[in-house]
């Protein structure tokens, strides 16, 4: 295993520059997941970490190995495809072997690694299967086993769980972090899938347009989102626009609400707000951050309501509450009071892109 390091690393098709001077440390072990939306440049930068894709600019290593310009078979990547690219004529077990195969290991070493591989993703007893027996949660641990027989210095999984459904994919992603884990191999993933993201990397990278607009743990970014664009896809949020008042405790929206915050960041003219920060109260109530609202919507969602709320200046927030007793009973029309919690209420500029 070893570290990885990108160094000011772009890419440019004809006109279209997909990466933009990205730059990122990864720590040997560590699970780095690059997240944003379709295009944003995540897979681009993949294919450049294996040298699918050579970089138009800057520097990948690989520990101290400078592998810009080296291609695939010499980086020592293992590389999981969206689709697993397994071979449809080869076992279970030929498909595991294939990449030691390629190195010319001796094949009492094959074997011994292959064995260790499937047991590594509890596939002991499936070395005979054909693909098209296998279920696609089974396809998809063939396909990392595949990946790390090898032993490669840097693991990286491209949409790995995309092809499976909620449930699978639930099961699938814990099995995938336990397998890191146990391995202890430095890790790259592409998804655009923010609940995945949040649940299996160590730091997220978010993307848009080619560039990085936050590196961070995802309960940084989820509370300290550098931006709107990375609040809104980090998770659920209320935008209020408006700008810090001159007690410089609160934002003043533009319908005129004065709210407490925690938080107000230099030039911010977005205010945050996740709808579990904010306590919904039936008939009125007074204190800091209270404020009277109508119910629009109201959604059970089994363990919680959401609740769609129009407040009195016409400015809508969206809360989530728990369900579960009488007073979360929640009708349309009903009249309440919104309580914003003041640590939650953050002041965030809308620019999609790094400050300075």
Not at 17 to 36: K, N, P, Q, R, T
Not at 329 to 348: L, N, R
């Amino acid at each position: 295993m070893a570290a990885l390091h990108l160094s000011n690393i772009s890419k440019k098709f004809a006109e279209v520059l997909a990466v933009d001077d990205l730059s990122l440390d990864v720590a040997d072990g560590e699970f780095v997941v690059l997240l944003g939306p379709s295009g944003c440049g995540k897979t681009t930068t993949l294919r450049m970490i294996a040298g699918f894709i050579e970089a138009s600019a800057g520097a990948v290593r690989i520990g101290a190995r400078d592998v810009t310009h080296d291609p695939p078979y010499r980086r020592n990547v293992g590389f999981v495809f969206q689709n697993y690219a397994l071979f449809p004529h080869l076992t279970v077990a030929e498909n595991v072997a294939f990449g030691l195969r390629r190195r010319r290991r001796p094949e009492r070493e094959i074997a011994e690694r292959v064995a260790r591989a499937l047991a590594l993703v509890k596939l002991e007893g499936f070395e005979t299967r054909m693909p098209r027996q296998l279920s696609g949660g089974q396809q998809q641990r063939v396909a990392i086993a595949r990946a790390l027989v090898i032993a490669p210095d840097v693991l990286l999984l491209d949409e790995p769980l995309s092809n499976l459904d909620a449930k699978l994919r639930r099961d699938v992603r814990a099995e995938l972090r336990r397998l890191q884990q146990l391995s202890g191999i430095t890790t790259v993933m592409v998804t655009h899938d923010q609940d995945e993201a949040m649940s299996i990397g160590d730091r997220l990278v978010v993307m848009n347009h080619g560039r990085v607009q936050q590196i961070g743990t995802p309960q940084a970014l989820y509370r300290h989102p550098a931006n709107r664009f990375v609040a809104g896809f980090i998770g659920r949020g209320n935008f209020l626009a408006g700008a810090p008042g001159a007690d410089g405790r609160s934002f003043v929206t533009r319908g005129g609400l004065a709210i407490i915050c925690a938080r107000i960041d230099l030039g911010a003219d977005t205010l945050l707000i996740r709808p579990e920060n904010i306590a919904v109260h039936p008939g009125r109530a007074s204190g800091v951050n209270c404020f009277a609202a109508v119910i629009e919507a109201a959604v059970f969602q089994g363990s919680a309501f959401d609740l769609d709320l129009r407040l009195a200046t016409g400015e809508t927030l969206e809360a989530q509450v728990a369900a579960g007793n009488a007073a979360a009973d929640w009708t349309v029309g009903q009249q309440v009071t919104a309580m914003i919690d003041p640590d939650a209420a953050v002041g965030i500029v809308s620019s999609s892109s790094l400050p300075a």
